[in-house]
């Protein structure tokens, strides 16, 4: 509490009177007030938040997705013909290297 200030004010007594009661001061810090601003609520949700919009974009985008079967045909389309692809490039990876030991094979032969 260094930074209250206590002070003690002594008054001249009379014979006739009581003892005055002790005077103290004290310091209160000021606290700023900030204002609050109103936000607009739809069943306790904040609608002007950036993140509630990103989210219901999002779940919109999911429940599309899972629902829809056109969509999913596609999807499962896709992620057909990038597996393929991947598999394509990994035997096309292997025949290169198996290239490649033989003829490192071939020239140590020499």
Do not use: H, R
């Amino acid at each position: 509490m260094a930074d209250q200030l206590v002070q003690q004010q002594v008054q001249p007594q009379m014979a006739y009177q009581q003892p005055a009661a002790p005077v103290y001061q004290q310091t209160v810090p000021v606290q700023a007030v900030v204002p609050v601003a109103a936000t607009s609520t739809i069943l306790g949700l904040d609608v002007q938040d950036t993140t509630f919009w990103k989210g219901a974009l999002l779940g919109a985008a999911v429940a599309m997705l899972v629902t829809n079967e056109t969509v999913q045909k596609c999807v499962v389309k896709s992620v057909s013909k990038l597996t393929a692809a991947a598999q394509s490039g990994v035997e096309e990876m292997k025949e290169k290297f198996e290239d490649a030991k033989a003829e490192a094979l071939a020239e140590t032969d020499k």
